[in-house]
């Protein structure tokens, strides 16, 4: 995924399952600035830890909000066979997802009748 979108990509964010420094090399060959959690077995991984752009980091609880709400509607599967199909149906997930919460937001705010 790195390498793949690097150049619409300014930041990555992970969990300390992502802890890795080959992938955090990568992402900064890249021009990526990883913001990936460490373990904590050192007094430098907490120091560490506790200098991340805490503000910045947790915009990925926004994204698992997001797939979890999709998953939910949606199932947390793919029907098709094919990877590039398997793709369009989840972009199709995703569309359909952000019309309906497009829809109900205006809905709210009594643009609709």
């Known amino acids: 995924m790195v390498t793949r979108n690097a150049e619409s ?9 992502y802890d890795d420094q080959k992938l955090r090399r990568l992402a900064r060959d890249h021009d990526i ?18 200098r991340l752009d805490s503000g910045l980091y947790y915009q990925r609880n926004m994204n ?5 709400a999709i998953k939910q509607k949606f199932g947390a599967f793919v029907r098709s066979r094919l990877w590039w199909k398997q793709f369009r149906e989840l972009v199709i997930k995703c569309v359909v997802h952000n019309l309906e919460r497009s829809l109900a937001i205006s809905h709210e705010e009594g643009d609709c009748p």
């Open 9 to 17: 990509n300014a930041v990555l964010t992970g969990d300390k399952g």
């Open 33 to 50: 600035r990883p913001l990936i959690r460490h373990r904590e077995f050192t007094p430098l991984h907490k120091a560490w830890n506790a």
């Open 64 to 68: 698992k909000t997001v797939n979890a």
